[in-house]
């Protein structure tokens, strides 16, 4: 700053216009050529210091002083002392949560798979447009454009939320260290991700497409449909997990895509469980044991009793069986001379959406919320409130019903 020494005051308090050394802005009658800069002060009586910040914009200097004003009457406020960029605290957060030196909000170590997406969306899209800038002078305009910028490319809603997660982790743990005042990241206007429910099968839908499958594929899809188990735990499941008598699959560790991270805890400490084995699938896994030959710790669906399965490998043949399926279903109405119906035709799905039709056949059993929450490994009944409420049973009539009962009018809103 040593090329910036003259402030002028500005309507805003605290907030001054910053020349360069030589500008005669007092005398000039024209305005200066000094470029946009401006400086905002706030005084902490606790730490008898001044805590300043330099920016090219008027509107972020305002807003800056604002906010640290606030925290400063809070007490909530030190004055930073980073001078690390952006990608540099991107690589320390990434090298910290692969060691496991940072935690998470439960302060439990990060999945492999949370450390991929995060390294992947501060690669990608954070370090391109903001690594540059150091962290103590990111301002929330800058990365407001960075939002927008990626809305006008394109990008899904949930995308850009996606992006900006491991940013926000950054603020909140440099604001925690005293490394910076305020998160920029607070504050911003982002797209609105609409909800999108869940793609569901009836069971007679399912059976069909289970029916569609070889034999050999059969099993895994079977134990999606049926157990809700996700992907990374149909991978690890051992047959010693499998209990055929007691009727049980006990959930006890899930297998990360990364060959190199291998088997990991499962996603939650409730993702730990035992799941109910109901007669149809019971079938198809006795029958599975007998074709495989196998027992013990050998996996129940890997390509080998020690080498699992590949997602990409089992998607690509229950597809070609379903088309297949299809191209049979439409050469058989065309034989008969009739147009093919619309639920003739097998709609693909995936595996994750088939544990959400296990979800869905729990709740049309008459399980209650807190059971569905456990056979599916969900750590907050919050959540499965929040994915499947709308498939809950009950309504607007039977819950005024059911108020009417409570309160003794059921006959005068018959009347009614």
């Known amino acids: 700053m040593a090329a910036r020494q003259t402030l002028e005051k500005t309507r805003h308090a605290g907030i001054y216009r910053v020349h360069r050394r030589g500008c005669r802005w007092k005398e000039s009658k024209r305005a200066c050529k000094c470029p946009a800069s401006y400086q905002a002060s706030v005084y902490s009586a606790r730490q008898r210091k001044s805590i300043r910040k330099h920016t090219d914009n008027l509107a972020a200097a305002v ?17 930073a002392r980073s001078r690390k960029t952006v990608a540099e605290a991107a690589d320390a957060l990434i090298d910290g949560m692969g060691s496991g030196a940072v935690l998470n909000r439960s302060q439990e170590p990060y999945k492999p798979s949370a450390v991929r997406s995060y390294r992947r969306a501060l690669d990608k899209r954070v370090k391109p447009a903001l690594g540059h800038r150091p962290l ?19 990008l899904a809603p949930s995308t850009i939320v996606n992006t900006l997660d491991p940013l926000r982790v950054i603020c909140r743990r440099a604001v925690r260290d005293g ?51 996700r992907r990374g735990e149909l991978r690890a499941l051992r047959w010693s997990d499998v209990d055929l008598e007691a009727s049980v699959i006990r ?8 060959p190199e991270v291998g088997e ?27 074709a495989s030959g196998r027992s013990g710790n050998d996996l129940v669906f890997g390509r080998t009793a020690e080498l699992p399965f590949t997602p990409s490998t089992v998607r690509r043949r229950a597809l070609a069986a379903w088309d297949a399926a299809n191209e049979k279903a439409a050469k058989q109405a065309d034989e ?54 709308h498939l809950l049973p009950g309504g607007h009539a039977e819950a005024a019903a059911k108020l009417d009962a409570f309160l003794g009018d059921a006959e005068s809103a018959d009347g009614a």
Request: proline share 6%.
């Open 264 to 290: 990991i805890e499962v996603k939650t400490e409730a993702g730990e469980r035992d799941v109910p084995l109901i007669g149809r699938l019971r079938r198809e896994l006795v029958q599975h044991r007998l």
């Open 336 to 389: 008969e001379g009739r147009d093919l119906a619309p639920d003739e035709l097998l709609t693909p799905i995936t595996p994750h959406e088939a544990r959400h039709c296990a979800a869905s056949y729990l709740i049309a059993a008459g399980l209650n919320p807190k059971e569905i929450s456990v056979y599916i490994g969900h750590s907050d009944i919050r959540t499965t409130y929040n994915v499947y409420g």
């Open 63 to 79: 807003a800056w002083r604002q906010d640290v004003s606030s925290a400063v009457r809070a007490g909530k406020v030190r004055a």
């Open 251 to 258: 959930v006890r560790r899930s297998l990360d895509d990364d």
């Open 136 to 154: 103590h002078q990111l301002e929330r305009n800058e990365i407001q454009q960075m939002v927008d910028d990626l809305r006008a490319d394109g």
């Open 179 to 229: 490394e910076i005042v305020v998160d920029p990241t607070s504050g911003l206007e982002l797209p609105r991700i609409r909800g999108r429910r869940q793609r569901i099968e009836n069971p007679e839908r399912a059976q069909a497409l289970l029916d569609s499958l070889p034999d050999a594929e059969r099993p895994l899809w079977t134990t999606a449909f049926f157990a809700g188990l």
